[in-house]
């Protein structure tokens, strides 16, 4: 089992920055992928960052460039620094793991909320 814990969401005017943790407790073995999802109002859960299996993230074009996601080698935690916040990135948050013969683990969300 893997336990997901978020935290570092809240409110942001357009242009700020917020920084997402999650921290991996559990077993960690076999852990494959690593990353960020989210929810907005009314639409369907999107990728944001991830790491697949290597050391190196790929990211949602319409992040790219605004959002760095880092972890540990241990895999242990994970953050998701996010700059130039806009509107349009107002969601709900979750931290997500994929284990080999095991498959997904969700954190519980974190609400982002960005003013114009």
């Not at 917020?18 to 073995?29: D, M």
């Not at 319409?62 to 996010?82: I, Y």
């Not at 916040?85 to 909320?113: F, M, N």
């Amino acid at each position: 089992q893997v336990q997901l814990v978020e935290s570092g969401g809240g409110l942001v005017q357009a242009g700020g920055s917020l920084r997402l943790s999650c921290t991996v407790s559990g077993s960690l073995s076999s852990i494959h992928v690593m990353g960020w999802w989210r929810r907005a109002p009314g639409k369907e859960r999107e990728l944001v960052a991830r790491f697949m299996g290597g050391d190196y993230p790929e990211y949602a074009d319409s992040v790219k460039g605004r959002f760095t996601l880092s972890r540990d080698n241990a895999k242990s935690w994970m953050t998701l620094q996010m700059n130039s916040l806009k509107p349009e990135d107002t969601a709900v948050y979750y931290c997500h793991v994929w284990k080999w013969s095991r498959g997904d683990y969700w954190g519980q969300g974190t609400q982002v909320t960005v003013s114009s």
